[in-house]
C-alpha cells in the first residue's frame, strides 16, 4: 500500500498489540505482528501509536499481556497502555445492580496495587477500560487510578453506553478517552449522547475510531475542537482507513492538526511531539 502523505504529525490513542507468548501475531481477531502494526502506521503517517491488548479469555488477568505490550514498545513507536479489568457489571439493570452488591474480585482482576505499580512502570502510560468484555473494576481500584492521574481510554458502546460511563468512571478525577464517541458500533444516537457529555465533564475526551459519519465527526471538531483524538482502531480496520476520514472532513486545517496530533498530546504524554521514536 502507498504511504500517505498528508503533511501533519498524526498519532493514535487507540491501536491493540496482542502478542501470543512467541510475540508473533495476535490471540484473537486480525492476526498482526508487532512489525506488521508498525509498518501499516507508517504506511498511514501516524508517527506514534497508544497500544494495549484485547480480551483475554474468561479468569486470565491482564498482567502478562500487558508487560508483554511493554516489552514490544520498546524501540518502536508504541506507546503501552495496561488493560484493567474487574468484577463488577457494567449493565445499569436491576441484576447487575443485585450483583455489583456481592461482586468481589478474583485473582486475576485487578487491584489497587497492581494499578500503583503501573503507574510507577515506565513503559506505560496510561490504562484501558474495557467493561463489556472485561467488567468493571472496584470503586478502590477507580480510586487509585484517580491518585495515578493517568488517561484511561474507555470502550464504549451499546453494553456501556455513555450515561453509563457518566455514572461511573466520570465520576472519578482522571482523564478519560471515550472510544468511537461512546457509539460502536455505528449507533448515531450514543455518539450524540458521547458529544453531549462534553458540555459537562472537562475532561472527558472522544477518539474516532471506527467513527463512519462525516456529520458526526465534523459535529464534535466544531463544537468541542479540543476533545477529539485521532484513533484508529488498527489493526481491525487499517489506520489509512482512519487518517482519510479525518482528512476528508470539511473542516479548517487547524481542526485537522488538532484532532491528529494536538489534542492527543495533551492528554497522553507519551504521544507528545518530543517523544517520538
Known amino acids: 500500500m502507498l504511504e500517505l502523505e498528508h503533511g501533519f ?37 501516524v508517527v506514534q501509536s497508544a497500544v494495549a491488548p484485547g480480551p483475554r479469555p474468561a479468569g486470565e488477568g491482564y498482567l502478562r499481556a500487558n508487560n508483554a505490550v511493554a516489552r514490544l514498545s520498546v524501540d518502536r513507536p508504541f506507546r503501552a497502555m495496561a488493560r484493567l479489568n474487574g468484577p463488577r457489571d457494567p449493565g445499569d439493570s436491576a441484576v447487575s445492580r443485585l450483583r455489583n452488591l456481592t461482586a468481589a474480585p478474583a485473582d486475576h482482576h485487578t487491584d489497587p496495587g497492581d494499578v500503583e505499580q503501573y503507574a510507577y512502570d515506565s513503559r506505560l502510560h496510561g490504562f484501558v477500560l474495557d467493561p463489556v468484555n ?126 491528529l496530533s494536538k489534542n492527543a498530546a495533551r492528554v497522553i504524554e507519551g504521544l507528545a511531539p518530543g517523544a517520538d521514536a
Open 134 to 259: 472485561d467488567g468493571l473494576p472496584t470503586e478502590a481500584t477507580l480510586e487509585q487510578i484517580a491518585a495515578a492521574g493517568e488517561p484511561v481510554l474507555v470502550h464504549g458502546g451499546r453494553g456501556y453506553p455513555p450515561d453509563a460511563v457518566a455514572e461511573t468512571v466520570l465520576s472519578y478525577d482522571f482523564p478519560v478517552i471515550l472510544s468511537s464517541f461512546g457509539g460502536y458500533p455505528l449507533d448515531r444516537a450514543l455518539m450524540d449522547e458521547a458529544l453531549e457529555l462534553l458540555d459537562s465533564y472537562d475532561d472527558l475526551y472522544v477518539d474516532t475510531a471506527f467513527v463512519r459519519f462525516r456529520d458526526v465527526l465534523e459535529r464534535g471538531l466544531l463544537e468541542h475542537p479540543d476533545r477529539v483524538l485521532f484513533g484508529s482502531g488498527a489493526p481491525d480496520t487499517h489506520p489509512d482507513v482512519g487518517v482519510m476520514e479525518v482528512l476528508t472532513l470539511d473542516v479548517s486545517e487547524d481542526l485537522l492538526d488538532r484532532a
Open 9 to 45: 504529525r498524526a498519532v493514535d490513542v487507540h491501536a491493540r498489540l496482542d502478542p501470543d507468548d512467541g510475540a508473533v501475531v495476535a490471540s484473537r481477531g486480525r492476526d498482526i505482528s508487532p512489525e506488521r502494526l508498525q509498518r501499516e502506521m507508517h504506511q498511514a503517517g
